[in-house]
């Protein structure tokens, strides 16, 4: 990321923070989407990131903070859909026999819906944590300067949302061992 | 027969399904909508934290020298109580009787600067921005337009709209919809606006035009949908997206004038949006 690029946006630049929206885009839509299970409410989060972003970049004081600050920015978008959606534990999502169109073979039906599931359980720091640091791949403590709370917090919340993930797995297994006929 | 699964394998392939770039529509919303967000101003002193008091008084200290400064040039600032500056010596002092009157001679020819809108239906005078060669045209009584023409082409460029406005749309993206009664002053305008789902609304500001309450709020369309291909945002003839374009962002001052709303609407740029406001500051209505 260029500080030239930002500094230029931070003083006014239309065309640097286009380009910042095109260099940090993409990535921003895939943490949010993963943290809310729904690419409508993901592009809200972003649009709702970028342009506060965009307001409040002039007080934005180290330009070479600028990705950990967008992020948490996002991450901040993210927690106020899901205060929004308090339902979202109960929300189950239908998935079809044949799977979403960009789903990764490699994953079953059963435990896709599993996980589906499993994470929609999770709090909304917990997920956002496994998401910043296993999706998008920030190490532990750049996650935890994003979401603002110490190493150990955000090491913790990783840890369960990874066991809750992994039990759904295998619980489903068993389901599926149960039922399957001899 | 049984296979050895390994979970984490799963969930990371599991992890990797999703969206991974930013859409077209989302973009282009950010884009329009950084246009007509107010940003955070750091100010002189950047931004360096101040306790409350201190803002307190160095907001004190900036009135004051307002004032001071006021007091010392106003024996050169014009005409005084009407409010209305004098005019600069590029400005033509030929009343415009009407726009009508400025068309019959060359529809793109620069109007005076100083003119009165005679024929809407509450009358005002105004002047128009110097240097800018806006061209003043009525559609209808309650439709005046003053527009720059664009060089080189048969077309215009920025504009500044004012009409008169009944109500609302209860679904702005169909013509066909019913209309919605805006009852309340300016600030049902822009609660209206605010409803619409197809605009990207600003922070409204209270201010007043020719001493009648106002307000004025900075919008932009989100962008074409299927299901909205254009804007229908008041009751009488035309889209916003007709007299503007969806790339287009303005700023809107709405003006209560004796329980009719009044929409300034300064199409353009951010530059454009802010010159046009000597325009508005400009209007006297009868």
Not at chain 1, 73 to 99: F, K, M, Q
Not at chain 2, 64 to 92: H, K, Q, T
Not at chain 2, 207 to 231: F, H, Q, Y
Request: aromatic share 6%; net charge negative.
């Amino acid at each position: 990321m260029s500080v030239g690029t930002v500094e230029r946006a931070r003083d006014g630049d239309e065309r640097a923070f286009e380009e910042l929206v095109d260099l940090h885009g993409g990535r921003c839509i895939g943490i949010a989407y993963r943290i809310l299970r729904d690419v409508e409410r993901a592009e809200d989060a972003v649009q709702q990131a970028f342009l506060l972003a965009w307001r409040e970049l002039p007080r934005l004081r180290d330009p070479e903070r600028f990705e950990v600050w967008l992020h948490r920015l996002l991450v901040n978008a993210c927690y106020e859909d899901a205060r929004r959606h308090r339902r979202w534990t109960s929300r189950i999502v239908a998935i079809p026999a044949d799977g979403p169109a960009i789903t990764d073979p490699a994953v079953s039906v059963d435990d896709r819906d599993a996980l589906e599931r499993a994470f929609r359980r999770l709090t909304p720091e917990q997920r956002a944590a496994f998401v910043l640091h296993h999706h998008a791949g920030f190490p532990l403590d750049v996650t935890a300067a994003i979401v603002g709370v110490p190493v150990g917090t955000v090491k913790s919340r990783v840890h369960s949302a990874i066991q809750s993930l992994r039990a759904a797995i295998k619980a489903d297994e068993q389901i599926g061992t149960e039922v399957r006929p001899a | 027969m049984n296979q050895l699964r390994d979970p984490d394998a799963i969930i990371a392939a599991w992890l990797e399904d999703g969206p991974n770039d930013i859409s077209t529509e989302t973009r282009r919303a950010i884009m329009t909508g950084l246009r007509v967000l107010p940003r955070r101003r750091t100010g002189p002193l950047g931004g360096i934290p101040m306790p409350f008091f201190m803002r307190v008084a160095a907001a004190g200290l900036a009135v004051v020298a307002l004032i001071s400064f006021a007091i010392l040039n106003l024996p050169n600032a014009g005409p005084g109580p009407g409010g209305v500056a004098s005019p600069s010596p590029s400005a033509s002092v030929t009343p415009t009787p009407t726009a009508a009157s400025s068309a019959a001679v060359d529809p793109r020819t620069p109007s005076p600067l100083d003119g009165v809108a005679s024929e809407f239906p509450h009358p005002f005078s105004y002047r128009l921005m110097p240097n800018e060669n806006l061209v003043v045209s009525v559609s209808d009584p309650t439709f005046y337009q003053f527009r720059v023409p664009k060089p080189g082409t048969d077309g215009w460029g920025n504009a500044i709209i004012v009409r008169l406005i009944t109500g609302g749309r209860s679904d702005p993206c169909s013509e066909a919809s019913p209309i919605v009664p805006l009852t309340g002053g300016p600030a049902s305008v822009v609660s209206y606006l605010r409803g619409s789902p197809g605009l990207i609304v600003g922070n409204d500001v209270p201010i007043s035009v020719s001493g009648m309450p106002a307000a004025r709020v900075a919008i932009a369309p989100k962008g074409p949908t299927p299901e909205c291909s254009d804007l229908w945002l008041w009751a009488e003839e035309g889209s916003f997206t007709q007299n503007a374009s969806w790339n287009s962002s303005a700023e809107l001052t709405i003006v209560n004038v004796a329980g009719d709303h009044v929409v300034i609407m300064a199409i353009g740029d951010t530059a454009w949006q802010s010159a046009s406001r000597t325009f508005v500051d400009s209007i006297r209505f009868e």
